[in-house]
């Protein structure tokens, strides 16, 4: 016998969500609620399930095939649940120059899963993907929605620490070229710089980025 | 009139020279520089001002003169574009920024839009003003939260305090923008697949025409710019198109941010003028290649390789020069592939790319892309493949090109056929000996 599950709708108690979210589309045009509905249950649940597709079809008056023809369309949105920690290694050609096989044979073996894996606790998850956008800091690497960029042996082992933690650290941005040729040093754990100075470096700056 | 002629200045085509500076990514990796009041003190929204009371023809009569191209990866004029839109007859129009950057290799968009999001925010409205666009749609791919999170602030700063909203500055003209987020799909950076993905749809490439400007966002009119050339435009309105003509060459005018990657000694993002060499852009930028080099992609992962040779260092960044030698200036985005790199590896790794984002419409594609060649590159780097295999590779790549709805096809195909060009003999080694010529390296930092 199948037993039937109540599942609390998920924007049963996020009406001002929902009507902020429906309200930045015209009436015409409600269907373009769907991409940023389906975000909202997985940036929550981690994934989206059948039953929460279900009901954002019925919120926007479409059916379920139609939702789920969306969402199967797109590559990050997770028809299972990944885990409390979801990395996810660029393993496209600038990141590959730079070391992304390697990283990602070193986190399979150190979290003992292959990409596309969820660990049987649920706290790691492993995926490569594509072009993260971050070629010129490679090799990348994103966990949840955090960007790790030009991640070392030496810092990946403190990230996955932390993970274990489960504390998350703060995105490690770097910022390469300009930012450089004007006066300023890599971003990453560099010190304010107000934009008088950045002004100041490149009216002095005339050697370019050599 | 010979004289005038002559005495025109000569054009800015190095960042040697030392009339060039930084503009678009002054403040880019400057902390704190995102917020409005950031950006209004070194002189933010004053373009804005200054185009809201000019009549919008004018404007883009402006963005024509200064000669703008799209700097998403085609080079279409942007004034060009934005004339082609329908006269103001009643029916909503949009102007929408394709945010979806998402060619392997490039970075600069994201960049932009983290550190100074306000830059793109006053760019889109003028260019809203231009066409008489009240809506703004920016479209930015799913994976840059850090950015999404940005521009939503800057926008609700900016709705605050009256640079968005009902009346804009006070000059009667209402805009507003709404920032949508993808969910991982290269094909969304084609701006028809970009309406059907904002729209609710599956993001299939629609047929052209009609063009957006006739039939864009919800079958209205639309007008579609990337990142870089929306963020260029109130630098143009602010100093003059001639400010921005003074750089380049004849064919491609201005500024352009090259993202150098791979095996070069300083990756990084760089704002040039157009018309620099290549040899200036690997070698003073980005300090030359880290390791004995053999190609270069000179424009993201769509744009055939290079030999690292000379006749190609010393080439300009200019649409037509890069066209004429058998490539594409693309989104400036330089990849540089050392001696070291198995090429079949290389371009395996660009196939899979393109197998893994065609989006099934077509069959040339989904069979061609999504299929068979992936399949030919494993089976040749798996040691199994004989000198045929790499004959039938070279015909699937000349069957798709021109062949597919979209040019997601042509950008996978392309690539293929320079790297067998130019590196036959490294793809004979596999099929002749079943290893590669170039064993693979660790190539991870300490």
């Not at chain 2, 000019?54 to 799209?70: D, H, M």
């Not at chain 2, 991982?184 to 299939?204: H, K, P, Q």
């Not at chain 2, 395996?348 to 099934?360: D, K, L, Q």
């Not at chain 2, 709805?405 to 950008?411: E, G, R, S, T, V």
């Amino acid at each position: 016998m199948i037993e039937l599950q109540t599942v609390t709708p998920f924007f049963e108690d996020k009406q001002e969500l929902l009507e902020e979210i429906l309200g930045r589309y015209p009436d015409y045009g409600r269907r373009s609620a769907v991409m940023p509905l389906l975000w909202e249950v997985q940036r929550a649940e981690r994934y989206v399930s059948e039953a929460r597709v279900a009901e954002i079809a019925a919120i926007l008056d479409l059916h379920a095939t139609e939702v789920k023809g969306v969402m199967s369309f797109y590559s990050t949105y997770h028809g299972e649940p990944v885990g409390r920690w979801h990395l996810q290694v660029c393993s496209t050609l600038s990141c590959k120059l730079a070391g992304a096989d390697e990283l990602c044979d070193h986190l399979e073996e150190r979290l003992g899963l292959v990409p596309g894996e969820t660990d049987a606790e649920g706290r790691f998850s492993l995926q490569k993907v594509e072009c993260l956008g971050s070629c010129t800091t490679a090799p990348v690497l994103q966990v949840n929605d955090t960007y790790y960029e030009r991640v070392t042996r030496g810092r990946l082992e403190e990230l996955l620490e932390a993970l274990a933690r489960d504390e998350q650290p703060a995105p490690w941005r770097e910022r390469h070229g300009d930012n450089e040729a004007l006066g300023g040093a890599p971003m990453a754990g560099n010190a304010a710089k107000a934009p008088a100075q950045a002004a100041d470096a490149a009216a002095n700056d005339e050697e370019g980025g050599a | 009139m010979a004289d005038a002629v002559a005495e025109r200045p000569k054009p800015i085509t190095s960042r040697h020279d030392p009339r060039f500076e930084v503009t678009l990514y002054r403040y880019v990796g400057v902390e704190g520089a995102h917020t409005l009041d950031a950006y209004l003190e070194h002189g933010g929204y004053e373009a804005a001002r200054k185009a809201l009371a000019s009549e919008p023809g004018q404007i883009v009569n402006t963005v024509k003169a200064s000669g703008l191209r799209g700097r998403g990866g085609a080079g279409f004029p942007a004034g060009v574009k934005w004339s082609f839109m329908p006269p103001v007859d009643g029916r909503q129009r949009f102007i929408v920024c394709n945010a979806d950057e998402s060619e392997p290799g490039s970075c600069k968009d994201r960049y932009l839009m983290e550190d100074d999001p306000h830059q793109l925010i006053e760019g889109m409205l003028i260019a809203g003003w231009a066409i008489q666009a009240t809506k703004g749609v920016l479209y930015i791919r799913g994976e840059y939260w850090h950015a999404y999170e940005r521009l939503t602030g800057a926008i609700e700063e900016a709705r605050a305090r009256g640079y968005l909203g009902a009346n804009v500055l006070d000059s009667g003209f209402a805009f507003d923008i709404v920032v949508h987020r993808g969910a991982g799909a290269y094909i969304c950076g084609e701006e028809t697949a970009l309406m059907n993905s904002f729209e609710g749809l599956r993001a299939n490439p629609r047929l052209k025409p009609p063009f957006p400007a006739q039939a864009g966002v919800y079958g209205l009119p639309s007008t579609i710019n990337n990142v870089t050339t929306l963020a260029s435009v109130p630098h143009i309105v602010e100093k003059g198109a001639d400010w921005f003509s003074a750089m380049g060459t004849d064919d491609s005018k201005g500024i352009h941010h090259v993202q150098i990657s791979g095996a070069v000694a300083r990756p990084g993002v760089y704002e040039v003028p157009m018309g620099i060499s290549y040899r200036e852009i690997i070698h003073d930028l980005g300090g030359g290649p880290s390791s004995p080099a053999k190609a270069f992609i000179p424009g993201g992962t769509s744009c055939p390789l290079f030999p690292y040779d000379d006749e190609h260092l010393d080439m300009p960044m200019d649409f037509s020069a890069v066209a004429k030698a058998g490539s594409m200036l693309g989104t400036g985005a330089v990849i540089v592939i050392p001696e070291d790199q198995c090429i079949v590896d290389a371009m395996y790794n660009v196939t899979r790319f393109y197998a893994h984002e065609s989006c099934g419409k077509c069959t040339p594609c989904r069979e061609g892309v999504s299929t068979w060649m992936p399949q030919m590159y494993r089976k040749l780097l798996s040691g199994r493949g004989t000198p045929e295999d790499v004959d039938v590779m070279e015909d699937v790549a000349k069957n798709l090109r021109g062949t597919a709805f979209c040019p997601l096809a042509d950008a996978a195909a392309w690539p293929i056929q320079a790297s067998l060009q130019y590196f036959r003999n490294e793809y004979e080694h596999l099929a002749q000996h079943g290893t590669p010529l170039h064993p693979r390296k660790d190539r991870w930092l300490a």
